[in-house]
């Protein structure tokens, strides 16, 4: 079912998701389920799973240095597929303009289809480790909403390169990613909101913030999209903290500001258990805001490990 079906059938009654990350390559996908089953008391009806960019690695040979390029964490369409059929509950995989081709991209939309996987996130992926700006793969797309076109169009029978249209119409339910704290590329909050309204008038259907901790910055942010003319639901993304050290990574890799309370508790912890219970209780708090403010869903980060985002969970739903 559709991430928009899911949310009208719901009714206004808040839904739980969350997000995982492929295992490092070489890993069994055990581990996975195991952070998977305690979470599925709560009934998600869907689970996102991300895409890794491919990376340069260097191995040495007799002294010399060969640069290989890889994925970390690969299999992104096989791990929506296994779970969704372990666990019957739709499955979304987050598509990138970054590391692959036009065709590269339709192939893995082809698959998906095959599988009945029918949401799919669209993103444009960071910079590759290592480089400081986004490059554009050549013959990919440079930006998510191009990435939405494409899907787009698939799902009027339009593929590439065909001369024809075809009957086969994969009916995608598009998510893209919206900034409450503006994209760090973006010259300004209008101008990404700008941006934001491409992509929904490119076909995507909802959109899911990347994480916040000051709630206000999420209000604002829909109030202003809504003022914009995007109409479709803006599903928030919520991040327990969970060490001390997210205090300094989560800004400098997401462009967002903490407030001081959380900071001032933060600091205060003697270890990274403390922290991880610190961050469940903000989180708590945070998560019980939004639903006074009607988001349709919290979507929650589990970076893979799922203890903290049970009893997030227990607390609310
Ligand atoms: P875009 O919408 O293309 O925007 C990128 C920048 O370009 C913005 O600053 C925008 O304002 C600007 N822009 C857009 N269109 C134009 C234009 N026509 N001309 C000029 N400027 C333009 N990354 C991963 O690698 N893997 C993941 O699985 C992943 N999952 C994510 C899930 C969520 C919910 C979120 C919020 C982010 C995720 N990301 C992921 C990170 C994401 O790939 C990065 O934030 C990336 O830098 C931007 O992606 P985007 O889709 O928002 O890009």
Not at 11 to 31: A, D, M, R, Y
Not at 233 to 245: C, F, N, W, Y
Not at 266 to 281: A, F, M
Request: with cysteine; proline share 6%.
């Amino acid at each position: 079912m559709k991430v928009t079906e899911h949310i009208n059938n719901a009714k206004g009654k808040p839904l739980f998701s969350f997000e995982i990350i492929p295992p490092q390559k070489g890993k069994n996908i055990q581990e996975l389920y195991d952070n998977i089953d305690p979470l599925m008391e709560f009934n998600p009806p869907f689970i996102d799973v991300t895409t890794s960019r491919e990376e340069y690695i260097y191995i040495e040979k007799e002294g010399l240095y060969d640069k290989k390029i890889t994925r970390m964490r690969p299999g992104t369409l096989g791990i929506c597929a296994a779970i969704k059929f372990k666990y019957d509950v739709d499955t979304i995989p987050h598509v990138l303009c970054g590391g692959f081709t036009k065709e590269e991209t339709e192939y893995l939309l082809v698959d998906c289809h095959y599988l009945g996987i029918n949401n799919i996130m669209a993103l444009r992926g960071d910079a590759m480790k290592g480089e400081k700006y986004f490059v554009p793969t050549p013959g990919g797309h440079n930006y998510a909403s191009d990435l939405v076109d494409q899907i787009a169009k698939m799902r009027e029978g339009k593929y590439l390169h065909a001369t024809q249209e075809h009957g086969n119409h994969p009916d995608f339910c598009i998510g893209v990613a919206g900034y409450p704290e503006k994209h760090l590329e973006a010259p300004s909050m209008d101008t990404d909101i700008k941006r934001l309204k491409e992509k929904i008038d490119q076909g995507a259907d909802y959109v899911v913030t990347q994480m916040f901790f000051d709630n206000q910055r999420y209000f604002d942010f829909v109030n202003r999209a809504r003022a914009e003319g995007i109409t479709v639901p803006i599903i928030p993304g919520i991040k327990p903290i969970a060490v001390k050290r997210h205090l300094q990574l989560l800004p400098q890799a997401f462009w967002l500001d903490m407030p001081q309370e959380l900071i001032n508790a933060v600091e205060q912890c003697k270890n990274n258990k403390e922290v991880r219970q610190v961050g469940v209780d903000f989180a708590i708090q945070q998560s019980k805001e939004l639903l006074e403010f009607g988001v349709p869903v919290l979507h929650y980060y589990s970076m893979g490990k799922s203890d903290n985002i049970k009893k997030i969970a227990s607390a609310l739903f």
